[in-house]
Structures are given as C-alpha cells and as structure tokens.
C-alpha cells in the first residue's frame, strides 16, 4: 500500500535539479475557475438580467500596467446565460467593488448609494460636533463669569454688605412700629370719637327736621286746640250740674 501512494521517492546519486527545464509562464495567463456573479448586470445583446450570486465558469487574468497603492487588479471573462456572449467585469479597488468593462451594465451601483449615505452620516456628524462645541464654549464662558466674580468679592466688601443689610432691616423694623402705634387707638380717644358721633347725630336729625313739610306741625296743633276745646266744655258742664242742684 505504501508503493501506491507514493511517499518515498528514489533519487539516484547522479541526479541534478538544475538540469530539469523550468516552464515559463506568461505574465497575463488565464486561470479558469467556477465562480459567482458579484453583482446584479444586464447583458447588452440580449437585455438578459443576471442577479447576485448566479454560478459561472469564469477566467481570470491580472492587468498590466494597473494597480491602486500597489494592488493589482484583476479581470475576469465570462458569457451570458441566455446569449453566450462574453462579458468582462474588473475590480475596482478604490470603491472596493467592481466595474463592468465591455459587454453588460451594472443595474445596481452599491458605491453610489454607499457615497450618499456618508454624506448624510457626515453631515449628522458635523451638527453633533457643532453643537458639542456650542455646548462648551457656554459651559466656558459661566465658568469665567463665575470667577470673575469671585475674584471681585472681597472678605471687607461681603462684611460691610452685611452691615448694610442689618441697617436697612433695623430701619424697616422701626417704621413698622411707628405704624402699628399710630394704627392704635387708646380710650380716652374713643370717648371723644363717640361724643363727637352724637352730635354728628343731632345735627342729621335736625336738618332732616329742616327739610321736612309744614303740614304734619299744623295737624298737630290743630289737634292739640280740639284737646283742650273738649277739655273745658266738659269742665263747663260740670260746673253747670252743680249749679242747677243747688237751686
């Protein structure tokens, strides 16, 4: 079993490497390999779409005279599925994807929208930075404001502030005592106000006796006379009773 596999070899003592003649290879040779499509394309001949992932039998070969920072890019061959016509597709290391050379157009351009949405990513990116740097240069600016001032407060300036505060309290404190004793009234002061309402009452009650009407003072006299008219007839009749029974 040994034999067959081929393990050991036998090289005889008079063997030579350098004498073997080496096979030169072309620089752009071919190699042929099955692979995939790696992006959606449509066929120009035919109008035959062919999506992401379909199998193909492929050859690929370096170009010459082309690299990107030093990365080789590389071609590759391959036919339509529908029309067998040959399409090439190539590398395109810069926007790390691929480009189709001759033969089929890419229907789907990743690079494009990727490039659209970076725009927008940056632009979120620069309002945030913006408004971070907005945000500190006010949290900056309170913080100056903030020892300035307290460079500019001083221990004699704080006590003769206090000083002042303790005037101004003692002094509001005494005009509110003086008010509160005006406010008061005491008894003698009651008793003036109460005779002093009481003629005050007299002299309403007399003007209002003033404006009054004439009649209501001749009815009254006029019932006093009928009064004492009555009064000394009846005194007169007795009188006369008496005088009769005598006779």
Known sequence: MGERKGLSKYYP??????KIPRIRKPKNQQKKFRSMVP???????CGNYMSEGTKINCREEKVIGETYLGIKIHRFYFKCSQCCAELILKTDSK???YVAET??????????????????????????VSKREIDVMTTLDEMKSMKSRRVSVSVDSMLEALSRRRKEEEEVAKEEDAALIKSIRFGKQRRIV?????????????????KKPKTKKLACIITLKKKKTTSLGL???CDNYGADEED
Do not use: W
């Not at 003592?13 to 350098?18: K, L, Q, T, V, Y």
């Open 13 to 18: 003592p008079n063997f030579d490497p350098r």
């Open 103 to 128: 033969g089929a157009t890419c229907v789907y351009d990743q690079h494009e929208e990727e490039k659209q949405a970076d725009v927008m990513s940056s632009l979120e990116k620069r309002t945030l």
């Open 194 to 210: 109460d005779e002093e309402t009481e003629e005050i009452k007299k002299g309403r009650m007399e003007a209002i006796d003033a």
């Open 39 to 45: 992006l959606r394309i449509r066929c120009n001949t």
């Open 95 to 97: 926007n790390s994807s």
């Open 235 to 237: 005194a007169s009749l």
